[in-house]
């Protein structure tokens, strides 16, 4: 009968400390494929941006989401969705990638690109481009035909000759707006007396980036990129960076950055949030808003992410004014955010 008893309570007692221990927090699945895009941070003005301009955006990075989500549905993988996804908006002139790349201080375009497949931690990227039409299809070539994750300027055009791509001549990344912009923007250094060092708060970003899940489980992160207007010649940013501008990793997340490079790049943003979640067991969302609303925001760095993880949970903090942003998970609805 004692017997019986002590071990009641025992039963007891483990049962009300199972309850009052922490279960850790275990994300549900969201979604089996799915992709979330950017198209650039910045500091757009809700009350000028409107209408049809506004229309447009928004068109066009839902044709991108419609485009990558029908490759998943179909069973594509999701570096096929990537690379399609940024094909889409390198080709447009409204961001900061490919046509539509904004000017180096000296008048010229230079690009910056990068791809990483989560399941095998391959990636490729190449920086400094300055005749190749699509870089993330460049950076693709260079992880899956090369030995090399990163290639640059000369090398990398002479590579791009190699694997059969056709470079274009630089006139092709001229685009009215981005050398209006290049224009006033040298006007107000030269005014102020201001190197690109010293003061160098872009509008707009307009670097595009795509994060995707496929079927399979598979993530994979793509960034290309003009870069900031006013660069040096020569300078790189952070989107053809592993680890800094893109991630990818089957067990975290896959992440795409924009904002101010040299902050992404010191920070090491894409593979901070992924080491957040595989050391500190942290669920996507809170790994990525402690790098971008906190540690980012403490040191002045612009800009934000967007992150998928195995589960299909997403994630898109900024920290500046605005990121053209969206969604689209499961085939449903696209969804499409530019302010707060
Ligand atoms: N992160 C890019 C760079 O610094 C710029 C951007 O995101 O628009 O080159």
């Known amino acids: 009968m004692k017997i019986k008893t002590t071990i009641l309570l025992i039963a007891l007692s483990l049962t009300v400390i199972s309850c009052f221990k ?10 089996e ?30 044709e991108a989401l419609t485009k990558g989500s ?6 594509g993988s999701s570096l096929d969705a990537v690379e399609a996804v940024i094909n889409i908006l390198e080709n447009s002139p409204l961001f900061n990638a490919g ?41 693709r070539l260079v992880m899956e035909k090369s030995p090399h994750v990163l290639l640059a300027g000369d090398g990398a055009e002479a590579f791009a ?8 001549d630089s006139s092709y990344f001229f685009t009215e707006d981005r050398w209006k912009y290049y224009l006033k923007v040298k006007k107000e250094r030269e005014k102020k007396n201001i190197s690109f060092a010293k003061e160098n708060r872009d509008e707009k970003y307009g670097t595009v980036g795509c994060v ?14 003009g870069g900031m207007t006013f660069k040096r010649f020569g300078r790189i940013g952070d989107s053809p960076i592993i680890g800094a501008g893109t991630y990818a990793n089957n067990n975290t997340c896959a ?55 195995k589960y299909g949970n997403i994630a898109m903090p900024f920290n500046t004014k605005s990121m053209f942003r969206g969604f689209m998970l499961d085939g449903k609805e696209p969804v499409i955010k530019i302010f707060k």
Do not use: W
């Open 22 to 31: 922490k279960v850790p927090e275990e994300p549900g699945r969201k979604a």
């Open 33 to 62: 494929f799915g992709l979330v895009i950017h198209g650039g941070a910045g500091y757009i003005n809700p009350d000028t941006f409107t209408g049809e301009k506004k229309q447009k955006y928004i068109s066009k990075l839902k």
């Open 70 to 75: 029908s490759i998943l549905e179909k069973g």
């Open 99 to 139: 046509k539509g790349a904004v000017f180096t201080a000296e008048g010229t375009n230079e690009l910056d690109a990068s791809i990483m497949d989560g399941k095998t931690l391959n990636a490729g990227a190449v920086a400094g481009v300055k005749h190749i039409k699509n870089p993330i299809s460049l950076a």
């Open 161 to 168: 000759i190699e694997q059969g791509v056709e470079l274009v």
């Open 212 to 225: 995707a899940l496929d079927k399979h489980g598979n993530l994979a992160a793509g960034t290309s990129t």
């Open 255 to 309: 992440i795409s950055c924009t904002g101010h490079g040299e902050f992404f790049i010191r920070n090491v943003v894409a593979y901070d949030i992924s080491a957040l979640m595989e050391y500190s067991k942290l669920p996507l969302q809170k790994a990525a808003e402690k790098v971008v609303m906190d540690k980012l925001v403490k040191q002045g760095g612009d800009g934000g992410i967007i992150g998928i993880d």
